[in-house]
């Protein structure tokens, strides 16, 4: 398949696919990255969660799943990984058979656009950064290069001064004072998600307690109710029960009652049904 917005979707539309599906494989089709280091992808990879998706597509995560698995097996191959942890999200690639005649280790011609699994290791940073005290990242030329990078590493969903604060921290306590830029790249694609836990100070005042929210509160014991582990089943159950509409119907009703993101109304209803009786725990 040419690695081209044309050449995609042409085989997209000629695919025997479901309505929704088409629309899904557009959808990632517009994340692609068409070059390396945009983003912090590889050429030809796009890079989504699952509930994004999901909500893009306004269905269930276990309808989006189908979908992904209705595009997986037609001719478009899309295939799905996660390489930077749990809570990082999904890199995808459609793959298709265009090329599967080719002899292996046959060096490519200077046209050829085809998809490549290879990982080139290319960055889009270059120079060098001084490490400064109390640096502003907006105020420099790294912070839409961070902004950009992280979207598919599993510092994804930290803010952009918090990896600037982290990066100049690593490095003061090292002795560095000016190091290349690729450095900060080298920083955000190993990073851990757990902090170091610190000691309180001793003079720091007790913070104290605030009445929960009697509706957070609500909100919170229906989601308890259904452990969400087992949201899968749970929503097929309740939807062989009650049927797909009366589902989403539910869970419009609980975002509209509490204005909860989805997911969250998707695992209320869930605990609602089980303190009703209506579906096992």
Not at 112 to 122: A, G, V
Not at 171 to 183: D, L, W
């Amino acid at each position: 398949m040419e690695l081209t917005t044309g050449a995609i979707l042409r085989r997209i539309t000629e695919t025997p696919l479901s309505t929704a599906a088409h629309k899904l494989a557009t959808i990632i089709l517009d994340g692609i990255a068409w070059k390396d280091g945009y983003n912090g992808l590889e050429r030809g990879t796009a890079a989504f969660t699952l509930a994004h998706l999901a909500e893009k597509m306004g269905v269930s995560r276990q309808h989006l799943t189908a979908l992904l698995a209705e595009i997986a097996s037609s001719r478009l191959a899309l295939v799905r990984w996660k390489p930077n942890g749990k809570f990082a999200p999904w890199l995808f690639r459609f793959g298709g058979n265009s090329n599967a005649d080719t002899p292996p280790y046959v060096v490519s011609a200077s046209g050829d656009t085809s998809l490549s699994r290879e990982n080139k290791n290319k960055t889009i940073f270059a120079g060098r950064i001084e490490i400064a005290d109390g640096t502003n990242v907006y105020r420099t030329p790294w912070a839409e290069l961070i902004k950009a990078s992280k979207a598919s590493l599993a510092c994804w969903n930290v803010d952009t001064q918090v990896i600037w604060d982290r990066f100049l921290a690593f490095n003061r306590v090292r002795g560095n004072a000016r190091v290349p830029a690729g450095f900060l790249l080298g920083f955000m694609r190993r990073w851990r998600t757990s902090s170091p836990i610190t000691a309180p100070s001793p003079s720091a005042a007790p913070v104290p307690q605030h009445t929960a929210d009697p509706k957070a509160q609500e909100l919170h014991d229906h989601i308890r109710a259904a452990p969400s582990s087992n949201r899968q089943f749970h929503a097929s159950d309740l939807c062989r029960l009650i049927g797909q509409p009366a589902y989403e119907a539910r869970v419009r009703a609980i975002v509209y009652q509490f204005g909860c993101p989805r997911f969250a109304a998707i695992l209320a209803v869930h605990g609602r049904a089980v303190l009703a009786g209506e579906i096992p725990r």
